[in-house]
């Protein structure tokens, strides 16, 4: 399983960006996808997941009611949407794969990708 990730980028607080994680090497239906993000000094952080199959979501407080994750099924793709973008958003941000449930911390996911930089200004 491959995982690219793209749409990192520069944005003013209350900003939009668009992540991408297309996903290549293996058969997705049964996966669970995660999104994470990390700063310098502190833990990989859970944002949120979807399961491929089903589309169920979950998110993590922080990011509830201004992320949205979707998936593209015929490009393999999983987006995160991210709106309302405060400065405290400001991280690198992998996508996951794992397969089965979700999970809600990091070593539950197999497959990483190479993380995009997202930075929010103020």
């Known amino acids: 399983v491959q995982l690219q990730a793209s749409g990192g980028g520069l944005v003013q607080a209350g900003g939009s960006l668009r992540l991408s994680c297309a996903a290549s090497g293996g058969i997705f239906s049964s996966y669970n996808m995660g999104w994470f993000r990390q700063v310098p000094g502190k833990e990989r952080e859970f944002v949120g997941g979807i399961m491929w199959n089903f589309g169920g979501t979950v998110y993590a407080d922080s990011v509830k009611g201004r992320f949205t994750i979707s998936t593209d099924n015929a490009k393999n793709t999983v987006y995160l949407q991210m709106n309302s973008l405060k400065p405290e958003d400001t991280a690198v941000y992998y996508c996951?794969?794992?397969?089965?449930?979700?999970?809600?911390?990091?070593?539950?996911?197999?497959?990483w990708g190479q993380g995009t930089q997202v930075t929010v200004s103020s």
């Open positions: 996951a794969a794992r397969y089965g449930v979700y999970r809600d911390y990091a070593s539950g996911y197999a497959y």
